[in-house]
C-alpha cells in the first residue's frame, strides 16, 4: 500500500501510514489535538521580519506570539566537514486548527510536507527508524509534535496564507526565551546589519577596508582580505563583495563576512 493523494487531517489523526510496501514502510505520527502550533522563523535582520511584526501589531495578521531566538545552522563542505553559522532570528507562532491541515504523500524523512490553505509546507520534525516485531520489518517514522517547526525563511506569501486560516492562541507554555545573556548577543548580532551597511559605503566610496570572515569560511586558507568592489542586488541589497587574498580575489557573500571585526579595523564614519 503506498497513498498518493493527500490525507486531510482531523482531531483523531495521530498515526498516519503513508507508505507499507515489501521494500518500505514509513509512517507519520501526530499529536493529538484539534490544532497545530506552526512556528515559522525569520532572520531578524531581513525585511520579512519587520513586515510581519507590521502586519500583527496593526491586527492584520493572527500571530499567537513573538519570540526572539538565536537561530544555528549546519553546513556541509564539498570535503565533508561541517560547520555551524548562526544568526539573530524571530519566531512567529501560528496555531493552525488541523481541520485546515493536509498530509501530502511524501517521504520527507524528517521533513514533513502539508498543505495549509493551499500553499505547502515543510516541517523540520524528528525522525528515525522503526521496527515492527511481528513482521520483522523496518523502516522510518516522523513525529509531529503539537509545536513544529518551519524552515527558517519561509515566504511571506506562504505565512500570509497560513495566517489567514490561523486562530488566536497564546504562545505555548515552555517556550524557551532568550537569558540576559542571549538577548544582549542577539543585540550585537542585529547590531551587525548595521555595521555592514557602513563598512559596504566605504568601500563604495572608493576605500578598500580589511575584511575578516566569520568562523568556517576562508579564502584559501585566509580569514582576511582587502575588499575590492561591492555589487548590489535589483533590491540595492548587497549580493556579493570582491574581496583580494595573497593577490587573488574571491566572491564573498554578506553572510561570510564577520562585520564587528571588520568594522573594528579601521575608523568607521558616523
Same mark, same amino acid.
Request: net charge positive; aromatic share 8%; with cysteine.
Given at each position: 500500500?503506498?497513498?498518493?493523494? *493527500?490525507?486531510?487531517?482531523?482531531?483523531?489523526?495521530? &498515526?498516519?501510514?503513508?507508505?507499507?510496501?515489501?521494500?518500505? %514502510?514509513?509512517?507519520?505520527?501526530?499529536? !493529538?489535538?484539534?490544532? @497545530?502550533?506552526?512556528?515559522?522563523?525569520?532572520?531578524?535582520? =531581513?525585511?520579512?521580519?519587520?513586515?510581519? +511584526? #507590521?502586519?500583527?501589531?496593526?491586527? =492584520?495578521?493572527?500571530? /499567537?506570539?513573538?519570540?526572539?531566538?538565536?537561530?544555528?545552522?549546519? +553546513?556541509?563542505?564539498?570535503?565533508? /566537514?561541517?560547520?555551524?553559522?548562526?544568526? *539573530?532570528?524571530?519566531?512567529?507562532?501560528?496555531?493552525?486548527?488541523? /481541520?485546515?491541515?493536509?498530509?501530502? *504523500?511524501?517521504? $520527507? @524523512?524528517?521533513?514533513?510536507?502539508?498543505?495549509?490553505?493551499?500553499?505547502?509546507?515543510?516541517?523540520?520534525? /524528528?525522525?528515525?527508524?522503526?521496527?515492527?516485531?511481528?513482521?520483522? %520489518?523496518?523502516?522510518?517514522?516522523?513525529?509531529?509534535?503539537?509545536? !513544529? +517547526?518551519?524552515?527558517?525563511?519561509?515566504?511571506?506569501?506562504?505565512?500570509?496564507?497560513?495566517? #489567514?486560516?490561523?486562530?488566536?492562541?497564546?504562545?505555548?507554555?515552555?517556550?524557551?526565551?532568550?537569558? !540576559?545573556?542571549?538577548?544582549?548577543?542577539?543585540?550585537?548580532?542585529?547590531?551587525?546589519?548595521?555595521?555592514?551597511?557602513?563598512?559596504?559605503?566605504?568601500?563604495?566610496?572608493?576605500? %578598500?577596508?580589511?575584511i575578516i570572515l566569520a568562523e568556517g569560511f576562508s579564502?584559501?586558507?585566509?580569514? +582576511?582580505?582587502?575588499?575590492?568592489?561591492?555589487?548590489?542586488?535589483?533590491?540595492?541589497?548587497?549580493?556579493?563583495?570582491?574581496?583580494?587574498?595573497? $593577490?587573488?580575489?574571491? %566572491?564573498?557573500?554578506?553572510?561570510?563576512?564577520?562585520?564587528?571585526?571588520? !568594522?573594528? &579595523?579601521?575608523?568607521? *564614519?558616523?
Open positions: 500500500m503506498k497513498v498518493t493523494e *493527500p490525507i486531510q487531517l482531523t482531531t483523531e489523526t495521530t &498515526l498516519v501510514v503513508l507508505e507499507d510496501t515489501l521494500e518500505n %514502510r514509513y509512517t507519520v505520527k501526530f499529536a !493529538a489535538g484539534e490544532n @497545530l502550533m506552526l512556528v515559522c522563523g525569520q532572520d531578524a535582520r =531581513k525585511p520579512i521580519a519587520k513586515k510581519l +511584526h #507590521e502586519l500583527i501589531m496593526k491586527n =492584520k495578521m493572527t500571530c /499567537s506570539g513573538v519570540v526572539n531566538a538565536l537561530m544555528e545552522f549546519k +553546513h556541509c563542505r564539498r570535503s565533508g /566537514s561541517k560547520f555551524w553559522t548562526s544568526c *539573530p532570528g524571530k519566531e512567529f507562532y501560528f496555531c493552525v486548527p488541523k /481541520s485546515q491541515i493536509k498530509l501530502l *504523500p511524501v517521504q $520527507g @524523512l524528517s521533513y514533513v510536507r502539508l498543505e495549509i490553505n493551499g500553499v505547502e509546507v515543510i516541517l523540520n520534525v /524528528s525522525g528515525g527508524t522503526t521496527y515492527e516485531k511481528e513482521t520483522s %520489518r523496518s523502516g522510518w517514522g516522523d513525529w509531529v509534535s503539537d509545536v !513544529a +517547526h518551519t524552515f527558517v525563511g519561509m515566504p511571506l506569501k506562504k505565512i500570509k496564507a497560513i495566517a #489567514e486560516v490561523a486562530i488566536p492562541a497564546g504562545t505555548p507554555e515552555g517556550i524557551k526565551r532568550l537569558d !540576559a545573556n542571549e538577548q544582549k548577543k542577539w543585540e550585537e548580532m542585529v547590531n551587525d546589519k548595521n555595521l555592514q551597511a557602513v563598512v559596504v559605503r566605504t568601500i563604495a566610496e572608493g576605500n %578598500r577596508p580589511q579564502m584559501g586558507g585566509n580569514k +582576511h582580505g582587502v575588499a575590492d568592489s561591492v555589487s548590489f542586488g535589483k533590491t540595492k541589497r548587497v549580493k556579493d563583495l570582491i574581496v583580494l587574498a595573497n $593577490g587573488y580575489p574571491y %566572491r564573498i557573500k554578506p553572510s561570510q563576512v564577520d562585520w564587528e571585526k571588520s !568594522a573594528a &579595523l579601521f575608523a568607521i *564614519p558616523a
